[in-house]
């Protein structure tokens, strides 16, 4: 009975082609555009980012406007452990990991009451709080001149941060497919589901027996930690901490280029950030001041004419090709 | 015999209106109770206060001889307490066994593995396609719950209770807006789950409460006005009093009150299929 009913279940949480061909995306970029890694490394870096937050805000319908408190929190912290001697990047990410999401759990509790509203001003004042905090500990943080002097060890013990950005680049997209991987697993997973559910209908799912502030407060942490690992690529990445990864800009930068992508898919995040960080990097050269208007106008079309943003869209695309493909067939 | 579910003194006050006013009720293991009353009479409050939805005021609510006044919604449904939504609250954008499959999960323990998808937990595939069989809903189980028709999404209402493994099954109003065809083949459904599940029932129509249950209270104004079996029921002048009250205010009404216990013939629900308008 299994196999056939369960069918449909299953296959929604195989690997697809179209998955296989976009993660070999990154490694042709590698090869395609090799004076361009740093740049690269920061897509990933920030596909990473939009990543944890589409966990929170896709899957388990929590908004937020601070997510950027997890990654700067995992930044620093990357950032200090490095500056204390321990400059192992492994162990950094772990660092990250473990003191952002710490920092989640904390938080998740106040998340936890009230409507979108409510978590969209609380995570935007934890963010306050916290970017005002690095602010004023300059001892600590460095302040408005951020942190440096970090020295990041060999990847493994054997692979050197080089200037060209080879060894970050891979390092980046590794960890980024890991978490990826681990994303993708976890979504599917009865857990996952039940984020889902929360989503779809928060009030039912008591009724059906399940904890749902446990589950809030579970994928809050994961996703606060995910950041945390964002942010601590970062910093190892650039060898440097700047105070703006913390800052409200980020958090709402990021909100908007997982709407961009579309939310609830994890490839959303992706794509959002690929597309977001390319359009950054070309319009800003091409018109350094104004390119906030394109973004604008882009948003509002991507809000208005195709809500589940870009991967929506190419669902659409996809759906319309693979129909008119069988009626071609068919007729011939 | 301990009670399966049981209210003691049970008040629910919103500001100055009290919507609950000191409801005492008793449910047997296996019983079939239904519980009616006019538009207003507190029946929803009642189940929201029973489930956890609600704190109470005052009194206390107990499932299978312990108190649970004072457990949250979740915990009560781990110990065997469920209900399902007068209108209906579903997952609209999952496949029908996708959200039956989650329900089940949770009641087997595995709802919280992240590692395996849901489609590997075959234990609780394999509960959700047999309670979809059972329902007659095996063929649209992979439809989207929101692309179903009014009639079917009522049944995953019942589903989704059902997948928790209830001892005690609040119903409410599980054939509201369901054509009347479709309703007799829902009731049938119901009539057939095992004396197992303690069932309580909320229901306008009356056809369809004499047919199911076995012991009936009656509601008004927050509060129990009688309890007893159907026949004693039907043959009560003040709560025909209640209906024909309830009748005289207009239209929305009026399908009620023509199937209303206003005046059924004697021994109506002794072979449980006369239909009291017909």
């Given at each position: 009975?299994?196999?056939?009913?369960?069918?449909?279940?299953r296959?929604?949480?195989?690997?697809?082609?179209?998955?296989?061909?976009?993660?070999?995306?990154?490694?042709?970029?590698?090869?395609v555009?090799?004076?361009?890694?740093?740049?690269?490394?920061?897509?990933?870096?920030?596909a990473?980012?939009?990543?944890?937050?589409?966990?929170?805000?896709?899957y388990?319908?929590?908004?937020?406007?601070?997510?950027?408190?997890?990654?700067?929190?995992?930044?620093?912290?990357?950032?200090?452990?490095?500056?204390?001697?321990?400059?192992?990047?492994?162990?950094?990410?772990?660092?990250?990991a473990?003191?952002?999401?710490?920092?989640?759990?904390?938080?998740?509790?106040?998340?936890?009451?009230?409507?979108?509203?409510?978590?969209?001003?609380?995570?935007l004042?934890?963010?306050?709080?916290?970017?005002?905090?690095?602010?004023?500990?300059?001892?600590?943080?460095?302040?408005?001149?951020?942190?440096?002097?970090?020295?990041?060890?060999?990847?493994?013990?054997?692979?050197?941060?080089?200037?060209?950005?080879?060894?970050?680049?891979?390092?980046?997209?590794?960890v980024?497919?890991?978490?990826?991987?681990?994303?993708?697993?976890?979504?599917?997973?009865?857990?996952?589901?039940?984020?889902?559910?929360?989503?779809?209908?928060?009030?039912?799912?008591?009724?059906?027996?399940?904890?749902?502030?446990?589950?809030?407060?579970?994928?809050?942490?994961?996703?606060?930690?995910?950041?945390?690992?964002?942010?601590?690529?970062?910093?190892?990445?650039?060898?440097?901490?700047?105070?703006?990864?913390?800052?409200?800009?980020?958090?709402?930068?990021?909100?908007?280029?997982?709407?961009?992508?579309g939310?609830?898919?994890?490839?959303?995040?992706?794509?959002?950030?690929?597309?977001?960080m390319?359009?950054?990097?070309?319009?800003?050269?091409?018109?350094?001041?104004?390119?906030?208007?394109?973004?604008?106008?882009?948003?509002?079309?991507?809000?208005?004419?195709?809500?589940?943003?870009?991967m929506?869209?190419?669902r659409?695309?996809?759906?319309?090709?693979?129909?008119?493909?069988?009626?071609?067939?068919?007729?011939? | 015999?301990?009670?399966?579910?049981?209210?003691?003194?049970?008040?629910?006050?919103?500001?100055?209106?009290?919507?609950?006013?000191?409801?005492?009720?008793?449910?047997?293991?296996?019983?079939?109770?239904?519980?009616?009353?006019?538009?207003?009479?507190?029946?929803?409050?009642?189940?929201?206060?029973?489930?956890?939805?609600?704190?109470?005021?005052?009194?206390?609510?107990?499932?299978?001889?312990?108190?649970?006044?004072?457990?949250?919604?979740?915990?009560?449904?781990?110990?065997?307490?469920?209900?399902?939504?007068?209108?209906?609250?579903?997952?609209?954008?999952?496949?029908?066994?996708?959200?039956?499959?989650?329900?089940?999960?949770e009641?087997?323990?595995?709802?919280?593995?992240?590692?395996?998808?849901?489609?590997?937990?075959?234990?609780?595939?394999?509960?959700?396609?047999?309670?979809?069989?059972?329902?007659?809903?095996?063929?649209?189980?992979?439809?989207?719950?929101?692309?179903?028709?009014y009639?079917?999404?009522?049944?995953?209402?019942?589903?989704?209770?059902?997948?928790?493994?209830?001892?005690?099954?609040?119903?409410?109003?599980?054939?509201?807006?369901?054509?009347?065809g479709?309703?007799?083949?829902?009731?049938?459904?119901?009539?057939?789950?095992?004396?197992?599940?303690?069932?309580?029932?909320?229901?306008?129509?009356?056809?369809?409460?004499?047919?199911?249950?076995?012991?009936?209270?009656?509601?008004?104004?927050?509060?129990v006005?009688?309890?007893?079996?159907?026949?004693?029921?039907?043959?009560?002048?003040?709560?025909?009093?209640?209906?024909?009250?309830?009748?005289?205010?207009?239209?929305?009404?009026?399908?009620r009150?023509?199937?209303?216990?206003?005046?059924?013939?004697?021994?109506?629900?002794?072979?449980?299929?006369?239909?009291?308008?017909?």
């Open positions: 009975m299994t196999a056939n009913v369960a069918g449909p279940l296959e929604a949480a195989r690997w697809k082609k179209a998955e296989f061909a976009f993660w070999l995306l990154p490694v042709a970029a590698y090869f555009f090799p004076s361009d890694l740093a740049l690269l490394s920061q897509i990933a870096i920030t990473l980012f939009a990543l944890s937050l589409d966990l929170i805000l896709g388990a319908g929590i908004v937020s406007l601070g997510h950027a408190a997890f990654f700067g929190t995992g930044a620093y912290a990357a950032g200090l452990l490095a500056r204390a001697g321990y400059g192992d990047p492994l162990l950094g990410l772990a660092a990250a473990g003191v952002a999401g710490a920092l989640g759990f904390v938080t998740s509790l106040l998340v936890l009451r009230g409507a979108d509203l409510t978590r969209l001003m609380v995570t004042g934890v963010g306050l709080v916290l970017f005002e905090a690095a602010n004023k500990l300059t001892a600590f943080t460095g302040g408005l001149d951020g942190l440096q002097g970090i020295e990041i060890k060999p990847l493994l013990g054997t692979f050197a941060f080089d200037m060209f950005g080879r060894t970050a680049y891979v390092y980046s997209v590794a980024l497919f890991a978490v990826f991987w681990l994303a993708r697993r976890i979504v599917h997973s009865p857990f996952g589901i039940s984020l889902q559910g929360i989503r779809l209908n928060a009030a039912r799912m008591p009724a059906l027996g399940t904890p749902v502030n446990a589950r809030l407060m579970a994928v809050y942490t994961l996703a606060a930690a995910i950041a945390g690992v964002a942010g601590g690529l970062l910093t190892q990445t650039t060898q440097f901490v700047s105070i703006d990864v913390l800052s409200f800009p980020r958090s709402a930068e990021l909100l908007l280029i997982l709407v961009l992508g939310t609830g898919s994890l490839y959303g995040a992706l794509i959002g950030a690929i597309v977001f390319t359009a950054h990097h070309l319009l800003a050269g091409l018109n350094p001041q104004y390119w906030q208007f394109w973004l604008g106008l882009v948003l509002i079309f991507v809000v208005l004419f195709a809500r589940d943003g870009l929506g869209a190419l659409r695309l996809a759906a319309r090709w693979a129909s008119r493909f069988a009626t071609r067939r068919r007729v011939a | 015999m301990t009670a399966a579910l049981e209210a003691r003194g049970l008040v629910k006050r919103f500001g100055g209106f009290v919507a609950t006013d000191g409801v005492s009720l008793s449910v047997a293991p296996g019983a079939r109770h239904a519980l009616i009353g006019p538009n207003g009479a507190g029946k929803t409050t009642l189940v929201n206060l029973l489930t956890g939805f609600l704190a109470p005021t005052a009194g206390s609510v107990w499932l299978g001889g312990a108190d649970v006044t004072r457990s949250a919604q979740h915990r009560r449904v781990k110990r065997g307490l469920a209900r399902t939504f007068q209108i209906n609250r579903l997952f609209a954008d999952m496949s029908v066994l996708e959200s039956v499959t989650m329900a089940v999960c009641r087997q323990g595995s709802a919280a593995h992240w590692w395996k998808s849901i489609g590997a937990h075959a234990q609780a595939v394999d509960a959700a396609a047999e309670l979809l069989a059972r329902l007659h809903l095996l063929d649209v189980a992979h439809a989207k719950t929101k692309d179903l028709a009639g079917k999404q009522r049944l995953i209402e019942i589903a989704l209770a059902l997948a928790t493994e209830p001892t005690v099954l609040l119903l409410d109003e599980p054939a509201a807006g369901v054509p009347t479709e309703s007799r083949e829902l009731f049938e459904t119901l009539l057939q789950l095992p004396r197992s599940v303690t069932i309580v029932l909320i229901e306008h129509d009356m056809d369809l409460v004499f047919r199911f249950a076995e012991r009936i209270s009656v509601m008004v104004s927050g509060a006005l009688t309890e007893g079996t159907p026949a004693e029921i039907a043959a009560d002048a003040r709560v025909r009093e209640v209906y024909l009250g309830q009748a005289s205010h207009g239209a929305t009404a009026g399908r009150a023509a199937a209303s216990p206003a005046a059924p013939p004697p021994g109506a629900a002794a072979d449980g299929s006369v239909g009291l308008h017909e």
